[in-house]
């Protein structure tokens, strides 16, 4: 049976939550596989007191579903006291997390990578990246430079010690002598890490050969993104991206399970476009229509609790999320934020000195003077939440729908038009 890539197609925030939370009953692992706490998914399921939201940050979306075991795989970058602190939230709402399991190979976001993260891009100033701050990009650095704390150093206290040592050696200096801040103390880290292990333990497991096994046994096993396709660090608008590899290249590595188990991607677009934090935006609207999708859309970021930047759909971003992800399948979300624009624009291509562009620019200079070139559609004014069938929508949706579908390079298998698991249409079978 397959395993199944599912991840952001724009610039992160486009409803992967809801997408995979709809999944969840027909798999039996949902896998994070890469990010840490400075992504979150935000998923409204039905209960007996009805409707409830719950925002999730680290753990996988598939925590919220009874059927599945949810993992948290070696590419995500884990702060234990967030997770935790996670955990025992939805544990107060009646959500059973006993079946979580956790790569022993994932690494630490430690409070001197938090420190580092927000004192660096204090720094920075008005070239600042736009950072959550919550020290992912240095715990990635340390993961790179072969200095990082892994979940299973926390149960060796001697090698845990010389890693926090060997890190802070040339932290410390930088933080003293270039940003003027007091050393940390190795034994105040190694203390409070240590303090995290009993908590942790219950949870550990060799996720890869778990999952592996899973396959082998016939079962389904999606693999969930933390951000888009354009914070990609290798292929999205460097350098305003995340710190690790979200596209489908990521969902191998970051899980341990081989490319080649991989049978389908599915990726998620909104059918408008958003994006958090600094970063070139061709279609971004900084008039009445921006405000009006932020609003209509409740576009705050999940995590940070920003206002997310937006803008009018973006074909040539999602043609270039189909090229480089290999995308098999669009779910296109948030449909019925479009209800009453008379008119919708689509950005068909860029107008870059002088030159049109129908695929994403070389360069991030030419990116950065990209105009978008619209074509416009007719809107609809109807309120399509209800609507639970293809044919349900509205003429001019299904249009709108259908010429999108033409224009990004993949079918658009599923449609949300609404916030609750069930304010989906299906066109296509998204696991079979």
């Known amino acids: 049976m397959p395993a199944i890539v599912l991840l952001g197609a724009q610039w992160g925030d486009e409803g992967k939550g809801k997408a995979t939370d709809l999944l969840g009953h027909r798999v039996q692992y949902v896998v994070r596989y890469q990010g840490g706490n400075n992504a979150g998914h935000t998923v409204v399921i039905p209960t007996k007191n009805g409707p409830e939201k719950f925002a999730l940050h680290l753990l996988p979306s598939g925590i919220l579903t009874p059927e599945v075991i949810p993992v948290i795989g070696n590419g995500v970058v884990i702060d234990p006291a967030v997770l ?10 009646g959500i059973n997390t006993s079946k979580l399991k956790i790569s022993a190979d994932a690494h630490i976001i430690t409070s001197y990578h938090v420190m580092l993260d927000k004192t660096i891009e204090r720094f920075l100033g008005k070239s600042k990246i736009g950072t959550t701050g919550r020290g992912i990009g240095p715990a990635y650095g340390d993961k790179v430079s072969r ?3 892994r979940v299973q150093d926390l149960y060796d206290e001697s090698i845990l010690r010389k890693k926090v040592e060997g890190s802070l050696a040339s932290k410390n200096q930088t933080l003293v002598k270039v940003y003027n801040r007091r050393a940390v103390d190795v034994n105040q880290i190694v203390e409070e890490l240590l303090s995290y292990a009993d908590k942790l333990k219950p949870y550990l497991a060799n996720t890869s050969l778990l999952l592996h096994e899973a396959l082998q046994r016939g079962e389904n096993v999606l693999l969930e993104g933390g951000q888009g396709t354009l914070l990609d660090v290798d292929h999205g608008t460097y350098p305003f991206v995340t710190s690790s590899n979200p596209t489908a290249g990521g969902a191998a590595t970051g899980s341990g399970i081989g490319p080649t188990k991989i049978t389908r991607v599915i990726g998620i677009v909104k059918a408008y476009t958003t994006r958090v934090g600094e970063g070139p935006f061709p ?7 921006g405000e009006r999708l932020r609003q209509i859309g409740g576009e705050v970021g999940t995590t940070t609790g920003r206002p997310r930047r937006c803008g009018w759909y973006d074909a040539v971003v999602a043609r270039y999320a189909t090229r480089v992800n290999g995308l098999t399948d669009f779910f296109l979300t948030k449909l019925d934020v479009l209800s009453g ?4 624009p689509v950005c068909v291509a860029y107008e870059i000195e002088g030159k049109r562009f129908e695929e994403m620019p070389m360069t991030q200079t030419q990116f950065h003077h990209a105009k978008p070139i619209y ?6 004014t109807e309120d399509i939440s209800a609507a639970r069938k293809f044919e349900d929508l509205p003429v001019n949706a299904q249009k709108y729908v ?6 990004s390079g993949a079918p658009m298998s599923a449609i949300g038009v609404g916030q609750h698991r069930d304010a989906t249409i299906s066109r296509r079978d998204l696991i079979n």
């Open 84 to 93: 935790l602190n996670e955990i025992k939230g939805l544990n107060e709402r």
């Open 147 to 149: 200095v990082g704390i």
């Open 375 to 380: 074509e416009m559609l007719p809107g609809w």
């Open 283 to 289: 279609t971004e609207l900084l008039d009445e229509n």
């Open 341 to 344: 624009f008379k008119e919708i």
């Open 402 to 407: 259908e010429y999108l579908e033409k224009i």
